[in-house]
């Protein structure tokens, strides 16, 4: 099929002025903008504040271009946001309302040959829902009347960025010869005898009809099988066996696709593949059983009291390729505020990022896009499952108005076919937090309507073979609840700083937090400060050390609370290790908090394992630049304190140390397919000596998909205890982790990309900060121990060593 590209150069001018400026498509105004040094950084400061005025006005692009024919033109948008008019050569040729499907327009009878015409005028999208009905959600409420990127309206973890382009690639191309327009690629059998996977094929420009050639290649190009068929009919469906075939699989790296070729006419259509099976394992809890005991137990707590009204539980567990998959991962937010400037190099880094630190789950987000196509491709290579939301996130949209359900219908029948050939998608949602007081036995309750009207029907038809959850959360009574279903522990956040604010001096925050273990955590929050190295990109260093203001603006708020989210979090860091002493203590503090938080809630999940199916944290990386934020990755790509902690807890084969009836266990997890077993040392420390009081030394075993669990033996005392297995390292100290600065282990070596260090005591907590993603950090060290770090960055980076240690209590 003939294509015209129409990316490039174009222009553009807010509509009372007559002065165009240079713009770029893909682009957006904001960056229009900004390359014509008509607006500052965004990012600076509270800069942001200054740009308001963008979303108030109206805005034209446009650009001239030639054509040598005109019959069975048709101009392609791939990304229109939002509100807009689009004219040809003067003539208005289309209109757009939805930024989440492609606008397909029939041009040629206002193509000439020769020189033409394009102009797209956009409607300001505030001023567009003027007037309409004040809706219940979640931050400011006037985005639930418009089907466009939700969290820059303002969101507790990015700035309200709201405005208008093309967001992504525009074309015309020339549709009027026999094709195959989509083809859907299934999996059916996979056993000994080999995989089947079934194809539905679409054809459109029809006539008489032909002779179509179907073929599967695998990832060399070699063609395993084909078939030639006479093809008169729009649709058409078929089978392929494959013989010896390679599985998709989060263990690999580097998955390569099968691909599906068919050959209409001269035209070529083609889409890869992957060959798996997955299910979601959902079992009823035996009456009495360890899982129905503990679900009862959490029932009671505060968070279980606000949502879960269940009076039975069941599992949520991953079943892939016939193996029980434990689920470790986290949310995917917009890694930029204006989408068109989402860079393939930029997804990919976050991606292999987070593949690096053992990451098997992303689930994107429902207010932000549905992701380009090289993020679900990138997914599809590195063996990382998505779980995708639909667009709508924490509010009541009009889902009983005509237009937004034939909105989301659109929007269902444009995605489903655009995604649903990628091994990685694992199940949809229909939405984010809406349908929390919902659940399936109950004939009507947000979020109800635009599932089962707007969403449901197109999955059934389009991509049947996947599983569609309402909501996320979702499951038992409520959908929120813990013990059935997925959960969201952010959803809890009330009651959290409640705990934070409470009576308790924190000294027992270790069994606190294990009134959260649920079946299947969609988000677990994991709030913490970015390093030194990112925040004085945005920030000054009297901002840094001596303020607040800029601290809460960059890491914004949530009005449904009665304080600022930074002063919670800066709480809760000295409810856990102590008053802050200065503002290079707040900076560690706030650091540190994350890391704790993903030890803490990580290890709880997998001691947990059989009971909790996943732990899919809030959030993976960041939108813009955060300052105490959820991102483990920041918006800079430099990685947070806890990036490294995930790295170390959500490995195949790690040990935990925890206290129960006042006596020391230590459990090894595994979440590999084979037996793990080895010494494991356990080192019973004085904090204040840094003195090494009692050594013991176990053999530890653990069956595949399992969790072991030895007693120690010893009382829980004020001592630290430290136990090592391989590479993994564990510590379990009783009461508040309260901590302070203290001499940083030497440095004994220097290289370009290594360092040495030696601990001359007992340091709980070694930062090491500059320019680099290092091979670990904020870790332990044992006295006398010798560690050998390395690190990676553009240039070898000036590293600043820090050390904490722990107070005797």
Not at 48 to 56: N, S, V
Not at 344 to 356: C, D, G, H
Not at 535 to 557: A, C, P, Q, V
């Amino acid at each position: 099929m003939k294509k015209i590209i129409l990316d490039g150069e174009w222009r553009m001018r807010e509509s009372s002025s007559i002065e165009y400026m240079p713009a770029t498509v893909p682009g957006c105004v904001h960056t229009d903008l900004m390359q014509n040094g008509r607006i500052s950084d965004v990012f600076y400061r509270k800069n942001a504040d200054k740009i308001r005025w963008i979303e108030e006005k109206d805005w034209i692009y446009e650009r001239d271009f030639e054509v040598s024919e005109t019959e069975g033109a048709v101009l392609v948008f791939d990304g229109l946001d939002t509100y807009c008019d689009i004219e040809i050569n003067g003539v208005c040729v289309g209109h757009c309302e939805d930024m989440f499907i492609q606008h397909r327009l029939t041009i040629s009878h206002v193509l000439h040959p020769g020189k033409n015409n394009i102009r797209v005028l956009f409607y300001s999208p505030i001023r567009m829902v003027e007037g309409k009905e004040k809706r219940e959600g979640a931050f400011t409420t006037e985005r639930l009347h418009s089907r466009r990127m939700q969290c820059t309206y303002g969101w507790d973890w990015v700035e309200r960025f709201v405005g208008c382009g093309i967001y992504r690639s525009v074309s015309i191309v020339y549709d009027r010869h026999f094709r195959c327009s989509d083809a859907y690629v299934y999996t059916t059998h996979v056993d000994s005898y080999g995989a089947q996977v079934c194809v539905q094929a679409e054809f459109c420009n029809i006539g008489k009809g032909e002779e179509v050639l179907f073929a599967v290649l695998d990832a060399d190009d070699s063609v395993l099988t084909k078939r030639r068929v006479y093809i008169d009919t729009p649709r058409f469906q078929t089978e392929f066996q494959i013989s010896n075939p390679v599985l998709w699989d989060i263990r690999e790296e580097n998955n390569r696709p099968y691909r599906l070729r068919i050959l209409a006419g001269d035209e070529v259509y083609e889409t890869p593949f992957g060959i798996r099976t997955m299910r979601i394992l959902q079992c009823p809890d035996a009456p009495g059983s360890p899982e129905e005991m503990l679900s009862h137990s959490l029932r009671q707590t505060d968070s279980g009291l606000e949502y879960d009204q269940n009076t039975e539980s069941s599992s949520f567990e991953v079943i892939l390729n016939g193996r029980k998959v434990m689920c470790k991962g986290a949310n995917w937010v917009p890694c930029e505020p204006f989408p068109s400037d989402e860079s393939k190099e930029k997804i990919t880094r976050i991606l292999e990022l987070a593949k690096r630190a053992n990451l098997n789950m992303i689930r994107v987000w429902g207010g932000g896009v549905f992701e380009q196509e090289h993020f679900y491709n990138e997914c599809d290579r590195l063996g990382i499952m998505v779980v995708q939301d639909y667009m709508m996130a924490c509010g009541h949209y009009p889902e009983k108005e005509e237009w937004f359900i034939q909105s989301l219908n659109s929007e269902a029948e444009y995605i489903t076919k655009r995604l649903r050939n990628h091994p990685s998608l694992m199940w949809w949602h229909g939405d984010n937090e809406n349908a929390v007081n919902g659940c399936d036995a109950d004939c009507d309750y947000m979020g109800r309507d635009a599932a089962f009207k707007g969403i449901m029907p197109f999955i059934l038809k389009n991509d049947f073979t996947r599983p569609f959850l309402i909501s996320s959360p979702w499951g038992g009574r409520t959908n929120a609840s813990k013990t059935v279903g997925t959960t969201h522990n952010t959803q809890f956040l009330g009651s959290f700083f409640q705990y934070v604010d409470g009576e308790s001096d924190g000294s027992d925050y270790l069994e606190y937090m294990k009134d959260y273990t649920a079946r299947f955590i969609s988000e677990e929050p994991c709030f913490g400060a970015a390093m030194y190295d990112s925040l004085r990109r945005f920030m000054t260093d009297e901002d840094i050390f001596e303020g607040e203001n800029i601290w809460i603006y960059h890491s914004k708020g949530n009005p449904a609370l009665p304080d600022e989210t930074m002063n919670y979090y800066g709480r809760f860091a000295q409810k856990l290790f102590g008053k802050f002493t200065d503002g290079a203590d707040r900076l560690f503090k706030m650091q540190y908090l994350q890391y704790e938080l993903i030890r803490i809630t990580m290890e709880n999940a997998r001691r947990n394992k059989g009971y909790c199916g996943g732990e899919i944290y809030w959030m993976l990386n960041d939108c813009w630049p955060a300052a105490a934020g959820w991102a483990l990755i920041d918006y800079y790509l430099t990685v947070k304190s806890g990036y490294y902690a995930f790295e170390k807890y959500a490995a195949d084969g790690i040990v935990s140390l925890d206290c129960k009836n006042g006596e020391y266990l230590l459990y090894l997890c595994n979440d590999s397919d084979g037996v793990i077993d080895g010494r494991a040392v356990v080192d019973e420390i004085d904090p204040a000596t840094g003195e090494i009081l009692d050594t013991q030394t176990l053999f530890v075993s653990a069956d595949a998909e399992k969790s072991a669990c030895y007693r120690l033996g010893k009382k829980c005392e004020h001592s630290v205890l430290v136990a090592d297995f391989g590479k993994s390292r564990a510590s379990y100290q009783s009461g508040r982790c309260l901590i302070t600065p203290c001499a940083p282990p030497r440095v004994t070596e220097m290289g370009e990309d290594s360092m040495t260090l030696v601990a001359d005591g007992y340091i709980h907590a070694v930062r090491l900060s500059g320019a680099a993603r290092f091979s670990d950090n904020f870790f332990i060290m044992k006295p006398g121990e010798v560690r050998s770090i390395t690190f990676e960055g553009k240039t070898a980076p000036q590293i600043d060593v820090c050390a904490y240690c722990l107070i005797k209590k």
